[in-house]
């Protein structure tokens, strides 16, 4: 897609057309593609926009001229393009580009035509292609047709060439882009210079007063048919015609050298007269070139039909182009000249003929003679578009009709020798195309068998390589299958090997734990014995669900049971030694003595012995102090407190150990069987006074307000207490959190 930085952003919608894309872009417009929204039907719109005149405003839509000093010339030129449209927009033909409509606006002016779908002659013929002799007739005789009507209308195109020839698809040419407008404003402007196309303008194109015609377009269309047959661009018409002026040799090679033995000499001859340097040498009309393409006539009779006077589209009246005489006062001079003449023949008349009668009688025949010929000429122009289209029996039919009017018509005679050898041509032409359809029949047998025989080949090497991939991925596959066996083969035999030492591993451990059992039960350390026998069963357990098949595991879950027993059985036995010593300490008074004991059982296993225990201890202990004179109510409510304390038997107050020294409630009695009575101390509880180590008075545990962060079993252990309810104390690990 092309891009110009002053073009009309995409989208922009004026007169109900939406602009999409830049579909081309010269020196005087742009030409984009857009949809026209009502019909949503697609179009191609021209913007005049001609470079070094008119610009784009910042707005991105106004056109405006660069200065005042070219403001006229575009204004000018703005009226060709208009002119030029308006011509078009009335014009119909299959081969020259349907224009639609005209508009102006953003101060510039916009041709709307049809959009054609295919692609350019130029684009078809990139980089180097040629076409063959009857793609050549199909694209030069349709264009030639559009040229006769444009011509026949009084209008010039001025730049034919392949960019400007669009292929539809269904292989049809149509002519694009007429010049009038350029050619009109590169005349009157002098910004610009002369906008030509090199090798396809003729010399008088490069000229701002050269002579131009019908014969100009002819030389471009036979540029164009040279680029096709040859394959490359014509020369430039200034070098051929400086040696042409010089006497030299024309320094382009003719197409009857360039491309010999491609194509018939006829087609190949009438290119080269169509691209004669001289304006006069060239063929004059369209049909004059399309004759000589056919072969009805010779090179030089094409080129000696008089020439006719069209003009460019919108062309202005002061345009200096002349066709036709090469002057206005030749053509008054030569008036003047044949002037005398025609007197003295008008008086050689009247005498010869008896006067004006002769000479009206004279008049007579001649209009009748003209008449008759006028009839001819039309007889013998249907014969020859019949001819054209290959309709040579209704040429004929023409042909004797204007033999019945003149039969001695030269027209008539060259016309009759035209039909036959243009019927010649048609046979010899339709066989040449049977020859060449039974030769591409032939070509197209022998394509249709290699690519069979390639297909079937193609097919059999497919076969080939799937049967040799399949052999290939079912071997890998066995392979892997194999590999992969033999890998969970290996890793479960090395799973079973390290299963088997682990758990080895496991049962040396567990009799290493039960040695080490043993020697805890030797040394009475009854608590590490019982840690140990209990680590070993777990090693035991946890190398039997290892390796259930492993022998030693098993033997060593055996001996760590058998050991867990054994420990039960001698922990029970000791501690009823305890508490048999305990009893003992207490009947003689040896209170401390029996604490030790009581402790050392409980370690060993709480239960309800170890709490009567306590009780019988607490009463012992509040007996041996009972007559001490220093004891008073402070005391005796500690103790009480201690009492319960250790008999798990808090009334409705919070039990806290914070104001106790770091330890053991049995730390914490020692303390305060130690204390001085009367100490400030023991006047603490008995006053209600902050406790020391403790924010809590006395009176709080009396009243059962908080006591600070503790549960009921670290009591026990003289660790912290949370906060709960006096039921919480109650049970082991209970948290307390309000009073109750």
Not at 680 to 706: E, H, L, P
């Amino acid at each position: 897609m092309l891009d110009r930085q002053d073009a009309l952003r995409p989208g922009t919608v004026l007169e109900g057309y939406r602009f999409e894309h830049i579909l081309g872009a010269g020196g005087f417009g742009i030409t984009y593609y857009a949809t026209e929204e009502l019909l949503e039907r697609a179009v191609a719109i021209k913007e005049f926009l001609p470079n070094g005149v008119a610009h784009r405003e910042k707005d991105g839509q106004t056109v405006r001229p660069l200065s005042s000093s070219v403001a006229r010339d575009f204004a000018w030129g703005l009226g060709r393009f208009r002119d030029e449209a308006r011509t078009l927009v009335a014009f119909t033909h299959p081969n020259i580009v349907p224009v639609l409509r005209y508009f102006e606006a953003n101060g510039t002016g916009y041709l709307v035509m049809a959009f054609e779908k295919g692609q350019s002659l130029g684009q078809l013929l990139h980089p180097d292609k040629t076409l063959d002799e009857e793609e050549i007739r199909e694209i030069a005789f349709p264009l030639l047709d559009g040229l006769k009507a444009i011509h026949a209308r009084g209008f010039l195109h001025r730049d034919i060439k392949p960019d400007n020839i669009f292929i539809r698809e269904d292989g049809t040419p149509v002519l694009l882009d007429f010049g009038a407008a350029r050619q009109a404003i590169t005349q009157r402007s002098r910004s610009l210079t002369a906008i030509v196309t090199p090798g396809y303008a003729p010399a008088e194109q490069y000229e701002s007063s050269g002579e131009q015609g019908a014969w100009s377009d002819v030389y471009a269309l036979g540029g164009v048919l040279y680029r096709c047959a040859v394959g490359e661009r014509p020369l430039e018409a200034p070098a051929r015609m400086a040696a042409h002026y010089r006497g030299r040799t024309d320094p382009m090679r003719p197409a009857c050298q360039a491309a010999a033995g491609r194509m018939s000499p006829v087609i190949l001859a009438a290119i080269d007269a169509a691209l004669a340097v001289d304006g006069q040498a060239r063929p004059q009309t369209a049909d004059a070139f399309a004759a000589l393409l056919r072969g009805e006539v010779a090179p030089t009779a094409a080129t000696a039909a008089p020439r006719a006077t069209p003009r460019a589209v919108g062309r202005p009246e002061t345009s200096t182009i002349v066709v036709g005489e090469s002057s206005a006062a030749t053509r008054r001079a030569s008036r003047r000249a044949k002037w005398p003449w025609a007197v003295a023949a008008a008086v050689v008349l009247m005498l010869m003929g008896g006067g004006y009668y002769g000479y009206a009688e004279y008049r007579a025949r001649q209009e009748h003679a003209a008449v008759i010929k006028r009839q001819v000429d039309d007889h013998v122009a249907k014969a020859r578009a019949a001819m054209t289209d290959g309709r040579f029996d209704e040429a004929d039919r023409h042909l004797d009709d204007a033999g019945k009017i003149d039969s001695a018509s030269p027209e008539l005679a060259t016309a009759r020798k035209s039909l036959v050898d243009a019927r010649e041509q048609a046979a010899a032409e339709a066989r040449r195309r049977a020859a060449e359809a039974e030769r591409k029949a032939k070509e197209e047998a022998a394509r249709r068998k290699a690519e069979e025989d390639r297909r079937k080949a193609d097919e059999a090497k497919r076969r080939a390589e799937e049967d040799a991939k399949r052999r290939a991925e079912d071997e890998r596959r066995r392979a892997e299958e194999d590999a992969r066996r033999k890998s969970d083969e290996d890793a479960k035999r090395r799973g079973d090997e390290a299963a088997a030492r682990r758990a080895a591993e496991l049962a040396e451990g567990v009799r290493q734990r039960i040695r080490d059992a043993r020697t805890a039960l030797g040394a009475r350390r009854h608590l590490d014995a019982k840690r140990t026998a209990d680590t070993a069963r777990a090693a035991a357990d946890l190398a039997v669900s290892a390796h259930p098949n492993s022998a030693e595991a098993a033997a060593a879950q055996r001996e760590a049971r058998a050991l867990q027993e054994e420990v039960r059985s001698a922990m029970a036995e000791y501690r009823a030694a305890l508490l048999t010593r305990a009893r003992q300490a207490l009947e003689a008074k040896r209170l401390d003595e029996a604490k030790r004991a009581i402790d050392e059982a409980e370690q060993l296993e709480p239960g309800a012995d170890i709490a009567a225990l306590r009780r019988d201890h607490a009463a012992a202990l509040e007996r041996s102090t009972g007559d001490d004179a220093g004891a008073n109510s402070a005391q005796r409510l500690v103790r009480e407190f201690l009492r319960k304390v250790n008999a798990r038997e808090p009334e409705n107050g919070f039990c806290s150990t914070t104001g106790w020294p770091r330890g053991s409630p049995a730390i914490y009695v020692q303390w305060l069987e130690s204390a001085v009575v009367g100490s400030t101390k023991i006047n603490t509880f008995k006053s209600g006074a902050d406790c020391q180590y403790d924010r809590v008075t006395a009176v709080s545990y009396r009243a059962g307000r908080k006591c600070v962060r503790y549960v009921w079993s670290a009591c026990q252990r003289g660790k912290n207490c949370g906060r709960g309810t006096a039921e919480a104390c109650k049970q082991p690990g209970g948290n307390w959190d309000t009073k109750n």
